[in-house]
């Protein structure tokens, strides 16, 4: 088993706690580790790439709740729009227009995260302030999905302090926008490096992956 179970269950008892939803990020795993995991009683798991979480899904537990993590392009929603649990990284109101169409076509209200860029790497995806607004004004006439909260990932970087302030701007951005069809209940920020950081800023939902799986090969 390359599984670390004594890792999932500290860190599972730990979230508990904390009333922190663990996502095992499990791209580039086998399904077999990821059925390790869930036996083990895990039941979200986070997937990056389109086609490996079509594929996965349709050999796995039907209870697994699917979180894509990766960059979503809009021609590649309908592939995972008739099953998926949330989509994490909504970055555009193009993307949140286009799972609004191919939930309509599925009938189903599929549930989302905003993306904001909190990073100072400009590689990482996400809307600004204004950009968040506007979306979250345009989902008031998208009747098929739903804004559950925000998702962002802080700058690469040993700077704790850096990290811990990106947390907060985020954290605070989502105690101060106002989400329409409810209360926003999910807040997700944190990774495998710097999730105690998040979790001590407001995070409710952490991604995890190389504490649980080990270190991946790289996809080319």
Not at 58 to 63: C, E, Q, Y
Not at 103 to 127: P, S, W, Y
Not at 142 to 161: C, H, T, W, Y
Request: hydrophobic share 40%; glycine share 4%.
């Amino acid at each position: 088993m390359s599984v670390n179970v004594e890792a999932y269950h500290s860190i599972q008892q730990e979230f508990v706690k904390q009333s922190v939803t663990l996502v095992a990020v499990s791209k580039l795993k086998p399904a077999s580790d990821i059925e390790d995991l869930y036996k083990e009683g895990q039941r979200d798991f986070g997937e990056n790439y389109v086609q490996e979480l079509v594929d996965k899904q349709a050999v796995l537990p039907s209870t697994i709740n699917w979180h894509f993590i990766g960059h979503l392009q809009s021609n590649k929603v309908k592939y995972i729009a008739p099953f998926v649990h949330l989509i994490h990284g909504v970055d555009s109101l193009k993307l949140l227009q286009e799972i609004n169409k191919q939930a309509l076509k599925n009938n189903r209200v599929i549930d989302c995260l905003l993306q904001v860029h909190i990073a100072k790497e400009e590689t990482k995806f996400g809307m600004d302030a204004p950009e968040l607004s506007a979306a979250l004004e345009a989902s008031k006439q998208l009747p098929n999905v739903n804004i559950k909260g925000l998702m962002g990932m802080a700058s690469f970087s040993d700077n704790q302090e850096l990290v811990a302030n990106e947390f907060k701007y985020l954290h605070e951005l989502f105690t101060t926008h106002q989400f329409d069809k409810q209360p926003a209940s999910i807040l997700s920020m944190g990774m495998s490096a710097d999730y105690p950081l998040a979790i001590a800023a407001g995070s409710n939902m952490v991604r995890i992956g190389s504490l649980l799986f080990g270190a991946r090969v790289v996809k080319h």
